[in-house]
């Protein structure tokens, strides 16, 4: 496996390698999931696919896409629910503790 040095910043910021970007495709607003692996001491990162199977609906050729052609997509109904399930959602994942700030 490809190993590439960085130094984080002193706001706890860092940059994915580009060649590592042009590897996974990740794009502006993709959105990931960062994780720890106890077992190795290291952080897995994981690009998250935004939708299921029912994006081909919305994108022809059931490619991913970024999340702001996603919600682009999307009427002001469909938004609301989609606002609701994710609220629902992360209220879950906080009541079982599984959530870490994402604030900036």
Not at 20 to 41: C, G, Q, S, W
């Amino acid at each position: 496996m490809a190993r590439i040095k960085r130094i984080l910043g002193k706001r706890g910021r860092t940059t994915i390698p580009y060649e590592f970007r042009k590897i996974l495709d990740l794009k502006h607003n993709d959105v990931l999931t960062f994780a720890m692996n106890d077992a190795e001491n290291c952080v897995v990162i994981t690009k998250e696919r935004i939708c299921t199977d029912d994006c081909i609906l919305l994108h022809p050729n059931g490619r991913d896409i970024s999340l702001d052609d996603f919600l682009s997509k999307m009427n002001r109904e469909e938004m609301l629910k989609a606002i609701a399930a994710l609220s629902k959602a992360l209220v879950e994942k906080e009541d079982r503790h599984e959530t870490q700030d994402i604030s900036d």
